[in-house]
């Protein structure tokens, strides 16, 4: 694998690390955030008014796209593990990065 | 652990992973379609409530996220943290079941209720 490659690797196998850590320690408050539709609709609701406020939804878009990147990123981890073709490391990683810039822009768009 | 149970370990993450990238598909396309002109509990309970469909997907989804990201939590325990291989599965054992139980009371609470 040449330098300029392994570099690309590298940060493709960090982005995937750090996105799947931060993707674990935020569902325990996604599970629980959806667990107040338990208490019923209006307390749902009082929990997705508060989640209005710009910097949740600018979290929710960063997590949109930790989600994106993980799932490309992912699925190029098995594309290299499982298909026989092995020299499209790089092309995978930019594909994968695409992915992730272009469900933010969606989500950012819509929300 | 042995080597045959790294493998098994190695296997089901990506066995996981294969599930979840559909589960994360659909998911990321749901959350698209549900937030145009924003977020309302009506809107999200009235998709989700007595659907079985839903409840069991999100149901599979979750089980497929705990063993996932327990195995992947057990990893970087082990490389990152530098705990020994029975501490770090202890310790991705505790954070899947975690997972599975909160996931679950999420499930219920969007796809029964109360």
Do not use: C, N
């Not at chain 1, 040449?2 to 690797?9: I, N, Y």
């Not at chain 1, 931060?22 to 749902?44: N, Q, V």
């Not at chain 2, 195995?71 to 599975?100: H, K, M, N, P, Y």
Request: charged share 10%; aromatic share 12%.
């Amino acid at each position: 694998m040449s330098g300029k490659r392994a570099h690309t690797a590298w940060w493709a196998f960090l982005v995937h690390r750090v996105s799947g850590i931060a993707l674990a320690l935020f569902l325990p408050a996604h599970f629980l955030a959806l667990g107040t539709a338990l208490a019923g609709e209006e307390a749902f609701d009082t929990f997705l008014r508060w989640s209005e406020q710009p910097a949740v939804v600018f979290s929710e878009w960063v997590l949109v796209m930790l989600l994106a990147a993980h799932l490309a990123g992912g699925l190029r981890i098995l594309a290299l593990e499982f298909l026989p073709w092995r020299g499209w490391q790089k092309t995978l990683a930019a594909l994968a990065a695409g992915f992730a810039v272009f469900a933010g822009l969606v989500f950012a768009l819509t929300r | 652990m042995s080597a045959r149970g790294e493998a098994r370990l190695w296997l089901w993450q990506r066995v996981t992973a294969a599930f979840l990238a559909f589960f994360v598909l659909v998911h990321l396309a749901t959350i698209i379609y549900a937030v145009r002109g924003g977020l309302s509990a009506a809107q999200i309970l009235g998709r989700t409530r007595g659907s079985v469909t839903w409840g069991a997907f999100y149901a599979a989804f979750v089980f497929a996220a705990a063993v996932h990201g327990g195995i992947g939590f057990r990893t970087i325990a082990i490389e990152w943290l530098r705990l020994r291989s029975r501490a770090a599965g202890a310790l991705a054992l505790a954070i899947a079941l975690a997972l599975v139980a909160l996931g679950l009371r999420a499930v219920a609470a969007v796809a029964i209720g109360p």
